[in-house]
């Protein structure tokens, strides 16, 4: 089945704890994309990535690592995790976009992290 | 200028009627714009999308009007039922980059 898993679905750290939320893909896309989703601003981009070794930032990247070593996996990084990260976060791929236009995102299930 | 506005926040539809959801953008070189649809507890999923050369797109119930001299785009649910309650993204592609609306939390009441 294609699809876009994150792992850890849930969960609860304390400020400064760091931790990696995994993403892994099996529909061989170039591109994969980290979101947070928070009420009231929808959802916003961290860090994507256009293939292999290539990243770069979105609208919201403090605070916030990721790398692309495998083209399947994306992982992203919280070095110093605080409270106002505490979101929910979501993994996306697609094929490469192009200039003309987007092609269709597919989402992971999300991950619902809580820093206290 | 990169900002999508969406609105409303929040609608409630009774089974059987319209529901009209409607995003507004500023920068002309938007070349995209889909529609996501997103139930609890799950990512989001494409549910339809235009581009710009082209004012409206039907799928089933599902309907994206697109003006663009007022460059404003809104997606109609026709003949709403429960199973369509569920939070509504449109977006805006610039060279490949999808920017959201706020979003739109649907419900639709029996």
């Known amino acids: 089945e294609a699809q876009v898993t994150q792992n850890p679905r849930y969960l609860i750290t304390v400020t400064g704890k760091k931790l990696t939320v995994t993403c892994s893909q099996n529909?061989?896309?170039?591109?994969m994309s980290w979101y947070r989703q928070d009420p009231g601003l929808g959802l916003r981009q961290i860090y994507y990535s256009m293939n292999v070794e290539v990243t770069d930032k979105g609208d919201v990247p403090e605070g916030y690592k990721v790398s692309r070593k495998e083209k399947r996996n994306f992982p992203l990084i919280l070095e110093s995790p605080s409270p106002n990260q505490t979101s929910l976060y979501f993994c996306a791929s697609s094929l490469i976009l192009s200039s003309v236009g987007a092609n269709e995102q597919f989402f992971g299930p999300g991950t619902r992290l809580t820093v206290l | 200028q990169q900002q999508v506005k969406q609105s409303p926040q929040s609608l409630i539809v009774q089974k059987g009627g319209i529901s009209i959801i409607n995003c507004a953008y500023e920068?002309?070189?938007?070349?995209?714009f889909p529609w996501y649809q997103q139930f609890p507890g799950k990512g989001p999923a494409l549910l339809i999308a235009?581009?710009?050369?082209?004012s409206e797109k039907k799928e089933g119930r599902f309907t994206i009007s697109f003006n663009k001299s007022a460059k404003q785009f809104s997606l109609h649910i026709m003949d709403s039922q429960p199973g369509d309650s569920a939070t509504y993204f449109c977006?805006?592609?610039?060279?490949?980059?999808?920017?959201f609306g706020q979003g739109t939390t649907l419900q639709v009441k029996p």
């Open positions: 529909m061989n896309h170039e591109y």
């Open positions: 977006a805006a592609s610039l060279t490949g980059k999808l920017i």
């Open positions: 235009i581009r710009p050369d082209v």
């Open positions: 920068n002309t070189a938007f070349d995209y």
